[in-house]
């Protein structure tokens, strides 16, 4: 669960979502909820997030999937046209 709130701090930067390193069932629950809302914030739409319990009981693990599909299709469609490309080098 931790996992997932490093990886938003990695992709959307330091203090995007805040993590907890107890681990009790509630604030591993609440590391779940803050990488969620860290995805929504990031653009993510609500159809492609998954539900806390899908995650943290097993329940629904390919709505898991997509949502971390859905945040590599996105991370690559910003990074692809926020960079700016050159062609030939201007001199």
Known sequence: MLLLVRLAEQIMGP???KHN???????????????LSA???????KT??????DLYEQQ?????VLCLYALGRKVS???????????FSTR
């Open 21 to 35: 390193k107890m681990k009790v069932p509630f604030k591993q629950m609440e590391n779940i909820n803050n990488f």
């Open 48 to 53: 492609d997030l998954f539900q806390t319990v």
């Open 77 to 87: 469609f910003i990074r692809f046209y926020t960079y700016n490309f050159t062609p």
């Open 60 to 64: 629904n693990m390919w709505q898991v």
């Open 39 to 45: 995805c929504e914030k990031y653009g993510l739409s």
């Open 15 to 17: 203090g995007t979502a």
